[in-house]
């Protein structure tokens, strides 16, 4: 937990099309689904995943705290309105300093495109930087995953490493890009009407404040300042 926000309280996250929540045994077919795509495997640690390992992960990630220092934090991505499972970010705040993290993101294929993945890293980021007050977030991709990266510079996120073959990753020397944004460039440029259950304003002396209105934490409807 940060000094300000509680991480027990960051899910579930709502955008217009979406609510971002835990991993529910109700998700393993689907996840398997996808998992065991190789046009989605193709940049991704894994190649493919049994029925078996499924229901394991989904079950490790249904009782997995939510930002725990080191370890990552699977979050399913469902669309409203039947709550179908599309894919799933992660989050993993830093061991050595919890005002940092890193994020991931898959979709299914079949609903790759538009524009989801935006729409699923702006509430996830619009969360950790309002409500958390992380400082810094940083992503990492290989320079071939195009839609990778198109997507992380869509968010506003900076091109901040070019490693040369720092990875050897499925037969072959990678290259990595990593990407990174501060609290203070997201809060200037966040896209409101991507999550605007989050209000934030400058003081008097500059800082940052949010007011955020739960709508769908168990905390209520009413509006709560944060910072
Ligand atoms: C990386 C990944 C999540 C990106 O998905 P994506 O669908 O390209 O990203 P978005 O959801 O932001 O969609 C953007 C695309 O949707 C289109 N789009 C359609 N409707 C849209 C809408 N309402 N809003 C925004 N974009 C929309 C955009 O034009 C854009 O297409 P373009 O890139 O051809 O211009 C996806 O390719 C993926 O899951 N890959 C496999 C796993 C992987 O490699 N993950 C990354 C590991 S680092």
Request: aromatic share 10%; glycine share 8%; charged share 25%.
């Amino acid at each position: 937990m940060t000094s300000e926000g509680s991480w027990v309280h960051l899910l579930p996250l709502e955008s217009p099309r979406l609510i971002l929540r835990r991993f529910a045994s109700v998700d393993v077919q689907p996840f398997l689904a996808y998992r065991s795509d190789p046009a989605v495997a193709r940049f991704q640690g894994w190649e493919s995943i049994s029925l078996a390992e499924a229901t394991a992960f989904v079950a490790r990630q249904e009782a997995q705290p939510i930002g725990e220092p080191g370890q990552w934090l699977q979050i399913a991505i469902t669309l409203k309105g039947g709550g179908k499972l599309i894919g799933d970010c992660a989050l993993r705040v830093h061991a050595p300093d919890a005002r940092q993290a890193i994020i991931g993101i898959t979709l299914s294929s079949l609903f790759q495109g538009q524009g989801y993945g935006q729409e699923a890293l702006s509430a996830l980021l619009d969360s950790v930087f309002a409500r958390m007050r992380l400082h810094r977030v940083q992503a990492d991709t290989d320079p071939h995953n195009t839609p990778a990266w198109k997507l992380l510079e869509r968010l506003g996120m900076r091109r901040e490493v070019h490693s040369r073959q720092s990875l050897w990753f499925k037969g072959r020397w990678a290259d990595e890009y990593v990407y990174g944004i501060l609290r203070s460039e997201w809060l200037e440029r966040r896209p409101f009407s991507v999550y605007p259950s989050i209000r934030i304003s400058k003081n008097e002396r500059g800082s940052w404040m949010c007011k955020v209105a739960l709508k769908i934490n168990k905390a209520g409807m009413d509006g709560k300042k944060v910072s």
